[in-house]
């Protein structure tokens, strides 16, 4: 449609994109753009500078447009002469362009053609976007006037990856140059290229932009589109409402020369749709009517191509009514036209044009294809070249590393036999403060264990008392030769002498586990009552604590689960852990109660558990401090400890740990809350 090479035809030549300097434009003072034909002649006159004459003719031959295609053609001309002459790149750019709309309008699409496409190269050639942009619309929209649908949709591609270069920045500027440049454009061509689908999908994305943007003149194009694509649907009462809603928003369009054009164009375009849905319905009279309005419009605004359509549609009419000579006078008429427009020779031209074009194209992709490739060799030779220096440079560095490596390696033998020996020393110190620290676990025992030896042996002691004084009773029984006394009282002393052995076989595994416990080799594991293992080192760990201790005592409350039985252990080894978390129960609770003033009850609970895969849990809690939460996972590193120093060695529960995990390949865990207590559970599994 002209309106879109006459609404940006003020940019080109006229209004430079102030985002892309260009040497093809400057800036026009906007008030000549306000100035009618006489006004602009004047000033021609007056005009001191060429380039100012060129700038003068452009607009006469622009105000021309719509009046005089002689006037506008002759103009234009004579700006492209003056420009040519005085070298002015881009007043000869503006000039070719409006020639090309000059020819466009008149038929002459060969000529158009070939002006838009010597502006498209230079366009190329300075990389010129805003440029590139209008040039390849205005090819569209002439290929569009010739029917020529896939080229037209060609261009408009073109147009629409420009558009989304990122060369327009804000989402306005985007919107607007998308709906003038390529929408309405792909909507046209894909009509034409009866592909009803695509393009009622663009002229409704053209409607909702015009509406987005505000553009009357545009919503009233949209909605001539619509129309167009409604009627071939045979949607007519839709058709019909979409060309009255063109003809009222045509109406509010502007009065500039170009608008009012632009305006009669569409209501031109509103009646012929309208005529021919007239026609559908063999409405003849109102068909008529409307296509003489149309026909009259087109001869009035001198648009060949336009009008040969009104006369086809006449030619038509005529022929459905059996109105012979009507229908064969706007045959002719047509037929003139037609050959006006498309003659061979016009075609021919066209594409001989199509055909340098195409040349032109495969030349420049030639060209970018060398220049890659030359590129691409460039940068081979670069990466070579800098691969050699790189070479060079790590051998020479090579060598130099070299050197300083045979001057070191005696040294590093040297540190080598240093560090050995270091470490031969730190393992044989580690395995002293291991053993260090299972003496120190013995130590603890030492005082649970002098109390627990301590009832069997008196209870030996007692009954050996007693059987002494049975002996002497025994005696003078004998003498007065009274059996039964006798009986009774060997009796007696038998039953004491197996109360005396009970008791000194408790005593004896009291120390059997005792020296088990300061062993230093690793012990076999064998069949234990777990229930029976935790009961006595926490009675020995308690009575341990408590000898040291004479002002301590605690709650020590027991949960064992008859179901966990017997399991294979290293009865020793456990027992250490055992002890190990029984005293820190114990110690936790005893450092709170202090914290506290004796206002705190000391309480530990000890349980056992069977789970269901077997395995046998042993949960100890206490509520004592606790273990700060940064500090709990560094529990089970060898040498932590919490305790001040002198207190503690910090191998007591990373001894627990590894004995519990590598040793029975069970596993060892806490959970605390520091100023709460804290819960340690070993669960060891089934043998």
Not at 321 to 337: E, F, G, V
Request: a positive charge; charged letters at 20%.
């Amino acid at each position: 449609m002209r309106t879109c090479l006459l609404s940006v035809l003020l940019l080109i030549g006229v209004v430079r994109a102030p985002a892309q300097p260009s040497s093809l434009g400057a800036i026009y003072d906007p008030d000549l753009l306000k100035l009618n034909a006489d006004s602009l002649r004047g000033l021609l006159l007056q005009a001191k500078t060429d380039t100012g004459r060129v700038d003068l003719l452009i607009l006469l031959g622009q105000s021309y447009l719509q009046r005089n295609k002689d006037s506008a053609l002759r103009f234009t001309q004579q700006a492209v002469w003056l420009a040519q002459r005085i070298n002015y790149p881009r007043g000869l750019f503006g000039a070719r362009t409006r020639m090309a709309l000059v020819f466009r309008d008149e038929g002459n699409y060969p000529k158009a053609i070939e002006l838009l496409l010597t502006n498209l190269a230079i366009a190329e050639r300075y990389h010129d976007t805003l440029r590139l942009y209008f040039m390849n619309q205005f090819l569209g929209i002439v290929y569009g006037a010739m029917g020529d649908f896939a080229h037209q949709l060609q261009y408009a591609r073109r147009v629409q990856q420009l558009t989304h270069s990122g060369f327009f920045k804000t989402a306005n500027e985007v919107q607007y140059y998308a709906l003038r440049g390529y929408v309405n454009q792909m909507a046209r061509a894909f009509e034409g290229l009866n592909r009803l689908d695509s393009a009622l999908f663009y002229w409704q994305r053209s409607y909702s932009l015009a509406a987005t943007l505000k553009d009357n003149q545009r919503i009233a194009f949209a909605n001539l589109g619509l129309a167009s694509i409604l009627a071939k649907q045979n949607r007519v009462d839709e058709a019909f409402s979409r060309y009255r809603t063109a003809l009222d928003f045509a109406g509010k369009t502007g009065r500039g020369y170009s608008e009012l054009a632009s305006r009669e164009e569409m209501m031109a375009q509103s009646w012929l749709g309208m005529a021919t849905l007239f026609a559908k319905n063999k409405q003849w009279d109102s068909a008529t009517s409307y296509g003489y309005m149309s026909l009259a419009r087109y001869q009035l605004l001198t648009l060949p191509a336009q009008e040969l359509k009104a006369d086809l549609f006449l030619n038509e009419l005529y022929a459905k009514q059996d109105r012979t000579d009507s229908a064969y006078k706007y045959l002719r008429m047509a037929m003139l036209l037609k050959d006006s427009l498309f003659n061979q020779e016009k075609t021919r031209q066209v594409q001989n044009l199509q055909f340098n074009e195409t040349l032109r194209m495969q030349q420049l992709e030639q060209e970018r294809k060398e220049a890659l490739q030359r590129y691409q060799v460039n940068l081979k030779l670069y990466a070579l070249g800098a691969g050699l220096v790189l070479v060079l440079l790590i051998a020479f560095f090579l060598y130099r590393n070299n050197k300083a490596k045979q001057t070191s390696n005696v040294l590093l033998h040297e540190q080598k036999r240093r560090v050995e020996e270091a470490y031969a020393r730190l393992q044989a110190t580690q395995a002293q403060l291991v053993q260090q620290e299972k003496m120190a676990s013995l130590g603890e025992l030492t005082a649970g264990i002098a109390h627990e030896i301590q009832n069997p042996l008196n209870f030996v002691n007692n009954f050996s008392e007693a059987n002494k004084e049975l002996l002497d009773e025994l005696q003078e029984a004998n003498e007065k030769g009274n059996q039964a006394e006798i009986n009774t009282l060997a009796a007696d002393i038998k039953a004491n002498e197996e109360k005396i052995n009970q008791h000194g076989k408790r005593a004896d595994s009291i120390v059997k586990n005792m020296l088990q416990h300061a062993r230093t080799t690793a012990g076999k594991k064998e069949p234990i009552n777990i229930n029976q293992l935790v009961e006595e080192y926490l009675r020995l760990s308690y009575h341990g604590f408590r000898a040291k201790n004479s002002s301590f005592s605690a709650i020590v409350e027991t949960s064992f689960s008859e179901e966990a039985g017997q399991l294979a252990v290293v009865p020793q080894d456990l027992g250490r852990v055992l002890l190990n978390l029984f005293n820190n129960a114990f110690y936790a609770t005893q450092q709170k109660k202090q914290q506290q003033n004796g206002l705190f009850e000391p309480k530990v609970s000890v349980s056992t558990n069977k789970c269901a895969d077997g395995s046998v849990e042993v949960h100890v809690n206490d509520n004592g401090t606790g273990i700060p939460q940064t500090m709990i996972h560094k529990v089970f590193q060898p040498f932590f400890t919490t305790k001040p120093t002198g207190e503690g060695t910090g191998l007591g529960l990373s001894l627990s740990y590894d004995i519990v995990t590598k040793e029975h390949g069970g596993t060892l865990s806490v959970q605390s809350t520091e100023g709460k207590g804290a819960a340690f559970v070993v669960m060891l599994p089934a043998s």
